[in-house]
């Protein structure tokens, strides 16, 4: 989907087939492709309004891209390993090298997954430390209430 007049095309495409055989078609390229159809996609299905919109939206924004596809790919392997997404790590690093990608540029997608997860893990919670530290805990505490009609 490049542009506009192809987004509208497939719009009319999905008017004149109907939801449900839309949903069932593009299940059916899905595995076809990629051998098998996330598990997401699949319980979408069910609801074939979901799955269409759904894919309507991944598909414009990737298609839409101005990175190669093959990048596309390696930054949604990225994410779904930061995630710790284990189904979308293993789909998108499969669509990645279907696009293309080397053995070493996945590595390095990890190792760099890897590095900004941790660095976001310990980011937060030096925030938060700063935050809840900047008061003395014991000085402000002022004791805890077990039951209000022991006092």
Not at 10 to 18: F, H, P, Q, S
Not at 77 to 101: E, N, R
Request: charged share 25%.
């Amino acid at each position: 989907m490049k542009n506009v007049e192809e987004f509208e095309s497939t719009l009319k495409e999905i008017v004149a087939l109907g939801g449900e055989k839309t949903a069932e078609q593009w299940m059916q390229n899905i595995e076809k492709e990629y051998e098998k159809a996330p598990l997401i996609f699949k319980r979408m299905a069910e609801r074939p309004e979901v799955l269409i919109s759904h894919l309507l939206y991944k598909g414009t924004v990737t298609r839409t891209s101005s990175l190669d596809p093959k990048y596309v790919e390696l930054i949604s392997l990225a994410v779904g390993a930061a995630l710790h997404c284990q189904h979308c790590t293993s789909y998108h690093m499969q669509t990645a090298v279907k696009k293309g990608a080397t053995r070493e540029e996945v590595l390095e997608v990890i190792l760099l997954a890897g590095m900004i997860s941790n660095s976001s893990v310990l980011a937060n919670a030096y925030r938060i430390f700063d935050e809840k530290m900047s008061k003395c805990f014991p000085c402000a505490s002022t004791g805890v209430d077990l039951d209000p009609e022991d006092r």
